[in-house]
């Protein structure tokens, strides 16, 4: 397994924006690639291998990047605003799609990654969407969390932490706590968005995430208009595929089987 850190450099492609790290894995070209949309302070890095341990068990094309200012991608252009993950879906996801030849691609999204999955589910063609601790509109238990992450990086050991895998910590943490945080993104709720989704569907929940319920992958499947939609309930926190590594991997499997 790959240790990804700051001494491996990984190519990059262009992008509205600027340039964005990403990992290749070679797969069967009969069927769809996969593509991973990381969490919100995530990055290639951060899935951990859970990326290659996905492709070596479906055998697919596996592409996973880091979003602007995240891993060792160029620093956004701007500060994020409250509407970055519909940015995210509608603007960068087309252009990394296109430029590495993504044809159908099944999302594998986490948290943040997950909603901007969604997202691009709504308005593209792609084969399946797992999401995996997704964000669907804002809850207190949620904001809570955010604000003691921001108690964390401010007085504890989050922001040292973070320097290992981004190129600024700074401006990864800020782009990410900071739209949360903002009143204006109280209203934000995708249900509106994603109810065009036809897309078979798996969503992935642990029951002590501290940044979200089981409210967003029940509101998922009573949203969309997928027929196939299937929830996996995991004890444990906002990362299950960590958690539980070999179980989310081989609900993976099992959902992608002829998709």
């Known amino acids: 397994m790959i240790a990804y850190a700051r001494t491996v450099q990984l190519p990059t492609v262009e992008v509205p924006g600027g340039r964005v790290e990403y990992a290749d894995i070679p797969g069967r070209p009969d069927l769809p690639p996969l593509l991973f949309l990381h969490e919100g302070l995530g990055s290639v890095g951060l899935w951990r291998g859970f990326h290659e341990d996905v492709a070596a068990a479906t055998g697919r094309r596996t592409v996973a990047y880091s979003r602007l200012g995240h891993g060792w991608s160029d620093l956004p252009p701007a500060k994020r605003t409250t509407t970055f993950m519909h940015e995210e879906a509608r603007t960068v996801v087309p252009a990394l799609r296109e430029a590495l030849g993504l044809e159908r691609p099944a999302l594998i999204g986490h948290s943040d990654g997950a909603s901007i999955a969604l997202l691009h589910a709504a308005i593209a063609d792609v ?133």
């Open 127 to 259: 084969s399946a969407l797992v999401v995996i601790a997704p964000h669907v509109f804002v809850e207190e238990v949620g904001l809570a969390g955010i604000a003691q992450a921001r108690a964390e990086f401010e007085e504890g050991d989050l922001r040292r932490r973070m320097a290992r895998h981004h190129r600024d910590p700074d401006v990864t943490f800020a782009n990410w706590c900071d739209v949360w945080q903002d009143p204006a993104f109280r209203d934000w709720d995708l249900r509106p968005d994603i109810a065009a989704i036809t897309c078979p569907i798996l969503a992935v929940q642990g029951t002590e995430d501290r940044y979200g319920t089981v409210a967003h992958v029940e509101a998922i499947r009573d949203t969309v208009r997928s027929t196939d939609v299937e929830l996996l309930i995991l004890g444990g926190g906002h990362a299950p595929h960590l958690e539980h590594r070999e179980r989310v991997r081989d609900a993976i499997v099992a959902r992608l089987d002829g998709r």
